[in-house]
């Protein structure tokens, strides 16, 4: 019965503040709007750098003449090292099919396999990679030599890093703005209906009676504005990866977060914002 009439309140409320009403939801609109973006982008930056590293190795090329034997004891000393989660095998005749895939011209007219036996190395963290080459110098008998393109490798992490903390600090950021901004909001309705705040007050109401109404007005506000954003997310996901022919391959490339899970999150986050927003704000109303 209480929650019935709490809706009639609210509903009354929402139809009679209308300019206040249309600036709490356009306010949760863009807010819920611009924070699916970032999380959208976040997350495909996430993977993207993740698969990126993921190609982060260590080679290790042998001599043409290498024994069995020399081979075996680097691929024991190798397996040893706690920083490698996986060693792969190739063979100079491997070797040789992949050049003749990547670079046809340049063993059109080879006599003889000018390629040595090799090993990639995968490490378990893109940051160990160094780490890993150094612990093989000197270079075993039968290696030619150890190399993880050193240059390469640093560019990727550091650019991987900065991404992932400038995305980190815009969520935060975005976030705090937003709650802000729906706060003030949901404070001007508050304040224009002050009156009526204090009366029941002094007829006798509790806080929570007072705050019913405007709690459910502040999550209704956020439902509507959050699934707004979500439609107009959709529609620009669509748009973007139909047009975009650079967008369309990276999503080949990389993986966001799933689109229902990134909707329940901003639609569980206005819902939240709208409730928390409205009951802080109306405390210092209460106080009569």
Same mark, same amino acid.
């Given at each position: 019965?209480?929650?019935? $009439?709490?809706?009639?309140?609210?509903? =009354?409320?929402?139809? @009679? %503040?209308?300019?206040?009403?249309? #600036?709490?939801?356009? @306010?949760?609109?863009? #807010?819920?709007?611009?924070?699916?973006?970032?999380?959208?982008?976040? /997350?495909?930056? %996430?993977?993207?750098?993740? %698969?990126?590293?993921?190609?982060?190795?260590?080679?290790?090329?042998?001599?043409?003449?290498?024994?069995?034997?020399?081979? %075996?004891?680097? =691929?024991? =000393?190798?397996?040893?090292?706690?920083?490698?989660?996986?060693?792969?095998?190739?063979?100079?005749?491997?070797?040789?099919? $992949? $050049?003749?895939?990547?670079?046809?011209?340049?063993?059109?007219?080879?006599? /003889?396999?000018?390629?040595?036996?090799?090993?990639?190395?995968?490490?378990?963290?893109?940051?160990?990679? /160094?780490?890993? #080459?150094?612990?093989?110098?000197?270079?075993?008998?039968?290696?030619?030599?150890?190399?993880?393109?050193?240059?390469?490798?640093?560019?990727? *992490? *550091?650019?991987?890093?900065?991404?992932?903390?400038?995305?980190?600090?815009?969520? +935060?950021? +975005?976030?705090?703005?937003? $709650?802000?901004?729906?706060?003030?909001?949901? &404070?001007?309705?508050?304040? #224009?209906?002050?009156?009526?705040?204090?009366?029941?007050?002094?007829?006798?109401?509790?806080?929570?009676?007072?705050?019913?109404?405007?709690?459910?007005?502040?999550?209704?506000?956020?439902?509507?504005?959050?699934?707004?954003?979500?439609?107009?997310?959709?529609?620009?996901?669509?748009?973007? +990866?139909? @047009?975009?022919?650079?967008?369309?391959?990276?999503?080949?490339?990389?993986?966001?977060?799933?689109?229902?899970?990134?909707?329940?999150?901003?639609?569980?986050?206005?819902?939240?914002?709208?409730?928390?927003? /409205?009951?802080?704000?109306?405390? &210092?109303?209460?106080?009569?």
């Amino acid at each position: 019965m209480r929650l019935k $009439m709490f809706l009639s309140e609210a509903a =009354r409320s929402l139809t @009679t %503040n209308v300019s206040t009403t249309i #600036a709490a939801t356009l @306010t949760v609109l863009i #807010a819920m709007f611009l924070f699916g973006l970032v999380v959208a982008l976040g /997350s495909w930056v %996430n993977s993207y750098t993740g %698969n990126v590293k993921e190609g982060v190795v260590v080679k290790v090329f042998f001599d043409q003449t290498a024994s069995e034997q020399e081979i %075996n004891a680097v =691929r024991a =000393r190798v397996d040893a090292d706690p920083d490698v989660k996986n060693v792969e095998f190739v063979s100079k005749e491997q070797a040789l099919e $992949m $050049m003749k895939k990547r670079a046809p011209e340049l063993t059109r007219n080879l006599t /003889s396999n000018p390629f040595g036996h090799a090993f990639t190395v995968f490490p378990r963290d893109a940051n160990q990679v /160094s780490a890993i #080459a150094d612990r093989l110098e000197p270079v075993p008998v039968g290696v030619d030599k150890v190399t993880y393109e050193e240059e390469t490798t640093e560019r990727v *992490l *550091l650019v991987a890093k900065v991404l992932g903390i400038i995305i980190l600090i815009g969520s +935060l950021l +975005l976030l705090v703005a937003s $709650m802000i901004l729906i706060a003030n909001t949901i &404070r001007l309705s508050i304040y #224009a209906r002050r009156r009526e705040i204090e009366v029941m007050k002094l007829v006798g109401a509790t806080n929570w009676f007072v705050r019913g109404p405007f709690i459910l007005e502040g999550v209704i506000c956020g439902l509507v504005g959050s699934l707004v954003a979500v439609v107009l997310l959709l529609v620009a996901k669509e748009v973007a +990866l139909d @047009t975009i022919p650079v967008l369309d391959q990276a999503r080949n490339d990389a993986d966001a977060l799933a689109f229902p899970l990134t909707a329940l999150i901003l639609v569980g986050l206005s819902l939240l914002i709208g409730a928390v927003g /409205s009951g802080v704000t109306l405390r &210092r109303f209460l106080q009569v």
